[in-house]
């Protein structure tokens, strides 16, 4: 039988050409079922997909859409800086202009370096924090994602201060046997390990409010636990605010914790929703990047001039006074909408924002870990999210992702948003 939804005819024909239809694999919808919708175009909170039916967008392409899509002021910096030139390969004054703003807005940072993807900011910053200190040991949590470079690509094996497994075929053991896999929020076991291995480790690096176990915050023992074993051993303590940074406040995760790391990494909303990511820190510790110093870092595509100019303009919105006060207070009333509207349906639900972000449980109690995560309901949220979907509203099509808000929701698509989870909690 030929299919009749475009959306089909789509993913057949992508399936076709590229592995499982996608070029990410969260939006094949394998972990929900169902086709995924293949966008045609967006505007402000909405996009319609290929048969024109439109969505309220809690994803704005996972994080970068802050603004909403299309905002007037970014098309138009797009539009200038595409006239000028794609790509040069030789260094702009926009590349410093972004770099001045994001080092006004994040004060942990002297220095930074301009990339194109936030799994390139990481992996970068891992490298280089492994040669300003010699050491080679790192420190990452189970349910944290650090994009997918081959020594990030691992998960806990049993028992404690623990050495990692990789998670994906093609990462051969020997690679992530330098990367010390713990659980999130354990500060029995943090303390443990640098004990055991404090002389050797480089860094540690977490995402201090979690976005890709769904929403899980570093708990505030936990997170100056962190600052001062680093501290105290010699070691670099690195916020990967791909997702938290200027999403979750304008100075991201470490200003919401009040903690200074030594590296910050950068993604998403900085590029606006073009390729661009960053990493950054101190001087003592940036100057150890090629050229001035002997760790090796490149790329073709940094800084291209396109993707500056749509960051240098998010960021310029973005900055402007009473932008997260207002987004903050948006977020918050679409989960205490969505709180009040399970709980009067009797449905198990937890859920937490902070900014742009917030994340969702069908568990009584906000989880402190992965293992905890996991234990929500993945059939009732199945039933939730295409329930959503058939309602135009446009959920992560996983229970361990994170959701957005931009600044171009208004008060009624949240109403609607919250009505419409609320006929399907009555059938939960
Ligand atoms: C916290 C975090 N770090 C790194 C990455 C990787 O970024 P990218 O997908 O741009 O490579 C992501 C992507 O979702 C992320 O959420």
Redesign the pocket.
Known sequence: MPHTDQNEVLFERARAVIPGGVNSPVRAFRAVGGTPRFVKRAQGAYFWDATDKRFIDYIGS??PMILGHGHPAVVEAVQRAVTEGFSFGAPTEREIELAEAILALVPSMEMVRLVS????A?MSALRLARGATGRKYIIKFEG?????ADALLVKAGSGLATFGNPTSAGVPPEVVQHTLVLEYNNIAQLEETFALHGHEIACLVI?AIA??MNFVRASAAFAKRCRELCTQNGALLVF?E??TGFRVGARGAQGVLGITPDLT?L??VIGGGMPL?AFGGPRAIMEHLAPLGPVYQAGTLSGNPVATACGLATLKEVAKPGFFEALSKKTRALVEGLEAAAKAEGVPFSADSEGGMFGFFLLDALPQNYTAVMKSDGAKFNTLFHGLLDRGVYIAPALYEAGFVSAAHSDDDIAATIEAARQIFATL
Do not use: F, I, L, R
């Not at 993807?117 to 390139?120: A, D, P, Q, V």
């Open positions: 996972w994080g993807s936030g799994t390139e990481a944290c994602y650090h994009g997918h995402e976005g890709n990967d791909v997702m990494v993604g998403k990511a």
